[in-house]
Nanobody, 126 residues
């Protein structure tokens, strides 16, 4: 059974930093396509960052490029999202997602991922 468990969310001031973690079980992150999505109140879920399986190519939403970094620790079977220079518009529930089909190809579509975590809340105060 595949499980993804996010942690690391919280309340931070504008300009601050947080690091989100996504611990996977039942699936190896090094060979899986992994991604972070977020959903703000009243808005649709949106893509944040993706990390391809094997080679580990990355891709970011324009709104977070240069501020956020997705990475993984194969030994810990964990994916991270380092978030710097946070803004109030980054406030959302952040979800970790995983896929094994076509894992070496980056995907920004939520429909491309078959397992999801329950999310962690990030709140950025102005």
């Amino acid at each position: 059974q595949v499980q993804l468990v996010e942690s690391g969310g919280g309340l931070v001031q504008t300009g601050g930093s947080l690091r989100l973690s996504c611990v996977a079980s039942g699936r190896t992150v090094s060979s899986s396509g992994m991604a972070w999505f977020r959903q703000a109140p009243g808005k649709e879920r949106e893509f944040v960052a993706a990390l391809s399986g094997s080679v580990g190519n990355t891709y970011y939403a324009t709104s977070v490029k240069g501020r956020f970094t997705i990475s993984r620790d194969n030994a810990k079977n964990t994916v991270y999202l380092q978030m710097n220079n946070l803004k109030p518009e980054d406030t959302a529930v952040y979800y970790c997602a995983s896929r094994t089909a076509m894992s070496s190809i980056l995907s920004i579509l939520s429909s491309g991922y078959d397992y999801w975590g329950r999310g962690t809340q990030v709140t950025v105060s102005s």
